[in-house]
């Protein structure tokens, strides 16, 4: 921990009722910031909300790629706060799991707005609303899928390899005074990935170097650097964070 280095600064978190995304807040809270909180049910961001502290957290509840829900949180934000100095696109789907050769492509066309193009504009539009006047730092939330083939959830991992692709591009676009990095955690214990572990526990994580999965905290340290001035000259990075998997082979 590295003091309240996050003091003054505001950070929009997709997808943070629970998981990943609340880890990341609540790294963030820890050090200083206060945080709007996204997801579609408000009962599950009041309760994120309520476990952040009184006064360092809003919850907005909405579909992560409506693009009105995400005008209607940045305002709130603002409103709130004062700024926008931080987002964090946490916000990913993978309803379907199989062949890619066999994926429907209404699925597939979902999946793709979700986990593509609704970080983009969110990206867009926070931008527009403080960043690309006062300057600031994004992160997108990958995976290890988007590294390398992932059978059974190919998809999902080329969504993640174009979110990564997009992060290098904004990078370029956005210096110097708007960072903008990317994590792919491996398997991370939450109910969105359970599918991938869940009975099997012990025999999934033999394959990690480190011999364990991931927790949200493990995440949440790593975006919290990326968004801090100790990362002050890194941009365009896409971190990985897998308990060493992939070097075994595995995803």
């Known amino acids: 921990m590295n003091g309240r280095r996050f003091d003054g600064k505001v950070a929009i978190i997709t997808g943070a ?4 995304g ?3 807040a609540e790294r963030l809270v820890a050090d200083g910031a206060k945080i709007c909180l996204t997801a579609r ?26 693009r009105a829900h995400q005008d209607d949180a940045i305002a709130k934000t603002i409103a709130a706060f004062g700024s926008v100095d931080f987002l964090v696109n946490n916000t990913g789907i993978n309803p379907v799991y199989g062949r890619m050769i066999d994926i429907d492509l209404a699925a597939a066309d979902k999946i793709f707005r979700v986990n593509v193009l609704s970080a ?8 527009a609303a403080w960043m690309g006047e006062h300057g600031g730092a994004i992160v997108n939330i990958a995976s ?10 190919g998809f999902y991992g080329a969504t993640k390899a174009m979110l990564i692709h ?6 370029v676009e956005l210096g110097p005074n708007i960072r903008v990095n990317s994590v792919a955690p491996a398997v991370v ?12 526990e012990e025999e999934v994580s033999a394959a990690y170097p480190l011999k364990r999965l ?11 650097f990326l968004l801090s001035e100790d990362a002050a000259w890194i941009t365009g990075q896409n971190i990985v964070i897998d308990g060493g998997v992939t070097l075994t082979g595995g995803v």
Do not use: C, H, M
Request: aromatic letters at 4%; zero cysteines.
């Open 214 to 224: 991931g927790v949200p905290d493990d995440i949440g340290s790593v975006v919290a």
């Open 189 to 200: 214990k939450t109910k969105f990935a359970s599918a991938l572990y869940e009975g099997r």
């Open 17 to 20: 009722s629970r998981g990943i």
């Open 144 to 153: 290890v899928a988007g590294i390398k083939p992932a059978p059974g959830i």
């Open 22 to 24: 609340l880890g990341v």
């Open 41 to 66: 049910k408000q009962e599950a961001l009041d309760e994120a909300v309520a476990s952040l502290g009184e006064g360092n957290a809003i919850g907005v509840a909405g579909a992560g790629d409506d």
């Open 120 to 127: 983009l504009s969110w990206a867009q539009k926070t931008y």
């Open 166 to 171: 997009v992060t290098e591009e904004l990078a």
